[in-house]
């Protein structure tokens, strides 16, 4: 959709029709290490407005050009007044509002600042063995305000996030897999190939589901023990009434794939 974000789409998940595609994102800025400028988030909102409306699409994967993933903010074009923030979507065009499909992050080389942010607003994140994370604002006088230092200590524990957010330290991706933070390590080179093996899994499944399940798991972190399920039925009470939650079963008896259509 534009030179600095690069839109493919990837097969299809087992058993789909008109669903289970994988899109893959590319940040396509690599001279610069995919530093995150106006171009950039304009780039991945505009894609992720189009392909959440899609239902032939069913998870995303986000990487990098050229080795890495994103080395944060463009710092040169925040100079110039080129603000990498697209107003409903936040920084990349990502951050405040990721898309209601499932988002893999294929992190090779450095996720640094916005890049670590970007991650962060994943639903999963598969790394290289060689990647290296951190928030190094306070280095730079900034703020991780693009959700790091909010994401941050929801995922890991406290004081970790802390020494992280306060140090502006560069982490291995080894350490935040024991962590939790990073899903799965790969071989040098391999993280789009272990981003896409999962997305596919993911895109195999039923749409609504998938959208209903993400949904949940990021809402009720915030709902008090006497409101998670009525809030939770909601949004999963249509699901069970849908066109695909009678082919699910069905194709059980049945003993064969699935074909959802997201109806």
Same mark, same amino acid.
């Given at each position: 959709?534009?030179?600095?974000?690069?839109?493919?789409?990837?097969?299809?998940?087992?058993?789909?029709?008109?669903?289970?595609?994988?899109?893959?994102?590319?940040?396509?800025?690599?001279?610069?290490?995919?530093?995150?400028?106006?171009?950039?988030?304009?780039?991945?909102?505009?894609? #992720?407005?189009?392909?959440?409306?899609?239902?032939? @699409?069913?998870?995303?994967? #986000?990487?990098?050009?050229?080795?890495?993933?994103?080395?944060?903010?463009?710092?040169?074009?925040?100079?110039?007044?080129?603000?990498?923030?697209?107003?409903?979507?936040?920084?990349?065009?990502?951050?405040?509002?990721?898309?209601?499909?499932?988002?893999?992050?294929?992190?090779?080389?450095?996720? #640094?600042?916005?890049?670590?942010?970007?991650?962060?607003?994943?639903?999963? @994140?598969?790394?290289?063995?060689?990647?290296?994370?951190?928030?190094?604002?306070?280095?730079?006088?900034?703020?991780?305000?693009?959700?790091?230092?909010?994401?941050?200590?929801?995922?890991?524990?406290?004081?970790?996030?802390?020494? @992280?957010?306060?140090?502006?330290?560069?982490?291995?991706?080894?350490?935040?897999?024991?962590?939790?933070?990073?899903?799965? @390590?790969?071989?040098?080179?391999?993280?789009?190939?272990?981003?896409?093996? #999962?997305?596919?899994?993911?895109?195999?499944?039923?749409?609504?589901?998938?959208?209903?399940?993400?949904?949940?798991?990021?809402?009720?972190?915030?709902?008090?023990?006497?409101?998670?399920?009525?809030?939770?039925?909601?949004?999963?009470?249509?699901?069970?009434?849908?066109?695909?939650?009678?082919?699910?079963?069905?194709?059980?008896?049945?003993?064969?794939?699935?074909?959802?259509?997201?109806?």
């Amino acid at each position: 959709m534009s030179d600095e974000v690069l839109v493919e789409e990837s097969g299809e998940g087992s058993g789909a029709e008109g669903s289970g595609k994988v899109a893959i994102l590319t940040i396509n800025r690599p001279k610069s290490r995919n530093a995150v400028n106006g171009a950039v988030a304009r780039g991945i909102a505009d894609a #992720l407005d189009t392909l959440d409306a899609r239902p032939d @699409i069913s998870a995303y994967v #986000l990487t990098g050009a050229g080795g890495t993933f994103s080395a944060g903010m463009d710092l040169k074009g925040f100079l110039s007044g080129d603000f990498p923030v697209v107003e409903g979507r936040g920084f990349g065009g990502l951050t405040e509002s990721p898309p209601k499909k499932p988002l893999v992050a294929a992190v090779e080389g450095y996720a #640094l600042a916005g890049g670590f942010e970007l991650a962060l607003a994943c639903d999963v @994140i598969v790394a290289s063995s060689e990647a290296k994370f951190g928030l190094p604002e306070p280095k730079r006088g900034l703020v991780a305000a693009a959700g790091g230092i909010m994401r941050l200590p929801r995922r890991i524990p406290y004081h970790v996030a802390m020494e @992280i957010a306060l140090t502006g330290d560069h982490y291995p991706a080894a350490r935040l897999y024991e962590l939790g933070l990073v899903n799965r @390590i790969t071989e040098p080179g391999a993280a789009l190939e272990g981003a896409l093996e #999962l997305a596919r899994k993911i895109a195999a499944n039923a749409p609504l589901a998938l959208a209903a399940t993400k949904q949940v798991v990021i809402e009720s972190q915030d709902w008090s023990l006497a409101e998670m399920f009525g809030k939770q039925g909601a949004i999963v009470n249509p699901v069970f009434g849908s066109k695909d939650a009678m082919e699910g079963a069905a194709a059980f008896a049945e003993k064969r794939a699935p074909q959802w259509k997201g109806e």
